[in-house]
């Protein structure tokens, strides 16, 4: 069965660096989404990416994030410059379009200190 | 703006019962989808099921059907003969629009836990 897979399943990272998420979308998929899970809190919407471009964003995703297509399987989420709060859990998903429901990573735990 | 709201922040139900996750919605759009996702302690999101808002009859998967009052604008799963494996957080999730590849607005999860 298609999944969606994400790597690495856990980053820690100095605040202030640079890291780089990586997720693989199921091959057929056509709209790719980032969240993130703060530990124990809700599932925040980051970003979605159709067409090469983004075409939602939530306030959460500000100049420090970019998301990026390199090639035609990959998908990565982007934080420039890492601070404490960044630290959560994040999650990439990927739809159809036509799809009932996105398909979902198993996550990476990223952990700034 | 889409708002999910689960009220039961923990529930608990004793193996082999049924038990009743409630979700209520709310959006002003008419065309929108309601889902479940089960996040175990290990962390992975797993979709459990799906609800159209124009679909007529309620969804079900296996054990879990979904309790869907558009009028109410209540979107509850039930799941039947609770495994110990069922122990979890349950999101309940909305996305808005037609073409279904909009963001999803999560609710804050119920976690579940099952007692033998």
């Known amino acids: 069965e298609p999944e969606v897979t994400q790597t690495p399943s856990h980053q820690v990272t100095q605040m202030g660096q640079e890291v780089i998420l990586r997720c693989v979308p199921i091959?057929?998929?056509?709209?790719f989404y980032w969240y993130r899970q703060i530990l124990g809190q809700k599932v925040e919407f980051l970003v979605s990416f159709y067409n090469n471009e983004i075409s939602e964003k939530s306030e959460i995703f500000d100049d420090q994030f970019s998301v990026e297509r390199p090639d035609g399987s990959n998908f990565t989420l982007k934080i420039r410059s890492t601070k404490l709060e960044d630290s959560a859990m994040y999650f990439c998903?990927?739809?159809?379009?036509?799809?009932?429901?996105?398909?979902f990573g198993q996550g990476t735990r990223l952990t700034v200190v | 703006a889409q708002k999910i709201t689960q009220t039961q922040p923990g529930m608990f139900v004793q193996e082999k019962e049924a038990v009743t996750l409630d979700c209520t919605y709310d959006?002003?759009?008419?065309?929108?989808?309601l889902f479940w996702y089960k996040q175990p302690s290990s962390g992975e999101m797993i979709f459990l099921i799906y609800?159209?808002?124009?679909?007529?009859q309620n969804a079900t998967e296996g054990r879990y059907s979904l309790n869907f009052q558009k009028a109410r604008k209540s979107a509850n799963l039930v799941i039947s003969a609770s495994q110990l494996g069922d122990s979890a957080m349950y999101f309940c999730a909305m996305r808005v629009g037609d073409t279904n590849a909009g963001k999803s607005t999560f609710g804050d999860g119920t976690t579940l836990t099952v007692k033998p």
């Open positions: 998903a990927s739809t159809r379009g036509t799809a009932k429901e996105a398909f």
């Open positions: 609800q159209g808002s124009y679909d007529q």
């Open positions: 959006t002003s759009d008419p065309s929108y989808g």
């Open positions: 091959s057929n998929h056509l709209y």
